[in-house]
């Protein structure tokens, strides 16, 4: 069943959103090259309990930190460990939170130093394609619009983009109706409303769209091992179209 959240309730989240976009933005600083995912870890925990808010994730279906880190070929879920980053390297920050019983969601891909025009395109095309995404939130229009447009201009960059994992509505909980894929046809699935706040979130492979659990239990990366991206926001549908609410 899709939720549908009042003014209040939008409004809480949005406080919600603009918390967790600090606490992101904070956290891209710490990125470089020696800290470990760990570290990482440790201090996003630190920030969002400084705020006043709730890790989203620590203790959601037994996960057992309250970041998401995944590296390289890993697209999520990825637990923080002792794995020290390194030059090169991309790394996906998914971060949430819980501000007055609400759940916000966010995601970000980012280089590790300097690192190669192949992973820099990668994470301009996911970036991109979560602003094209975005602008096909309007009441009216349907889930499959989303996923058909963001699938459209991924394929015309040479990627593919992830099919067994894909976005989801949000609020009380983390993960409600609707799910929202990355790929589609246009017109189909759930019509959005004004009210409804979903996560869009592409998920991009530079190669094989085809993932395996890694081997922490939790985390997904590609079978190919090619190199993997992930952009994600919170957006509530209004009447006159989409407000990115984890908007940094």
Same mark, same amino acid.
């Given at each position: 069943?899709?939720?549908?959240?009042?003014?209040? !309730? *939008?409004?809480?989240?949005? !406080?919600?959103?603009?918390?967790?976009?600090?606490?992101?933005? $904070?956290?891209?600083?710490?990125?470089?090259?020696? *800290?470990?995912?760990?570290?990482? $870890?440790?201090?996003?925990?630190?920030?969002?309990?400084?705020?006043?808010?709730?890790?989203?994730?620590?203790?959601?279906?037994?996960?057992?930190?309250?970041?998401?880190?995944s590296l390289n070929d890993e697209v999520v879920h990825a637990v923080p460990g002792r794995r020290a980053?390194?030059?090169?390297?991309?790394?996906?920050? $998914?971060?949430?939170?819980?501000?007055?019983?609400?759940?916000?969601?966010?995601?970000?891909?980012?280089?590790?130093?300097?690192?190669?025009?192949?992973?820099? +395109?990668?994470?301009?095309?996911?970036?991109?394609?979560?602003?094209?995404? *975005?602008?096909?939130?309007?009441?009216?229009?349907?889930?499959?619009?989303?996923?058909?447009?963001?699938?459209?201009?991924?394929?015309?960059?040479?990627?593919?983009?992830?099919?067994?994992?894909?976005?989801?509505?949000?609020?009380?909980?983390? +993960?409600?109706?609707?799910?929202?894929?990355?790929?589609?046809?246009? +017109?189909?699935?759930?019509?959005?409303? !004004?009210?409804?706040? *979903?996560?869009?979130?592409?998920?991009?492979?530079?190669?094989?769209?085809?993932?395996?659990?890694?081997?922490?239990?939790?985390?997904?990366?590609?079978?190919? +091992?090619?190199?993997?991206?992930?952009?994600? $926001?919170?957006?509530?549908?209004?009447?006159?179209?989409?407000?990115?609410?984890?908007?940094?």
């Amino acid at each position: 069943m899709i939720s549908i959240k009042t003014p209040d !309730e *939008i409004a809480i989240m949005r !406080e919600g959103g603009h918390m967790l976009a600090r606490v992101m933005k $904070d956290l891209f600083q710490q990125v470089k090259p020696g *800290i470990t995912t760990e570290e990482l $870890d440790a201090y996003a925990e630190s920030q969002i309990l400084k705020a006043g808010c709730q890790p989203a994730f620590k203790g959601y279906q037994g996960f057992p930190k309250t970041l998401c880190t995944s590296l390289n070929d890993e697209v999520v879920h990825a637990v923080p460990g002792r794995r020290a980053l390194k030059e090169g390297d991309i790394l996906t920050l $998914d971060l949430g939170l819980i501000w007055q019983r609400f759940y916000l969601d966010m995601a970000r891909t980012m280089p590790v130093g300097n690192v190669g025009m192949e992973a820099m +395109h990668l994470i301009h095309t996911t970036k991109k394609a979560l602003r094209l995404g *975005i602008k096909k939130a309007r009441p009216g229009n349907t889930v499959g619009d989303i996923g058909n447009t963001v699938q459209r201009f991924v394929e015309r960059q040479g990627y593919n983009v992830v099919r067994n994992l894909c976005g989801h509505g949000i609020g009380k909980e983390l +993960h409600e109706d609707p799910q929202i894929p990355n790929f589609g046809k246009r +017109h189909i699935g759930a019509k959005l409303q !004004e009210g409804m706040v *979903i996560c869009i979130e592409p998920m991009i492979t530079a190669g094989d769209w085809k993932l395996e659990k890694t081997a922490d239990g939790f985390g997904f990366a590609t079978k190919d +091992h090619s190199l993997s991206c992930h952009f994600e $926001d919170t957006i509530a549908i209004g009447p006159n179209g989409p407000e990115v609410l984890t908007k940094v």
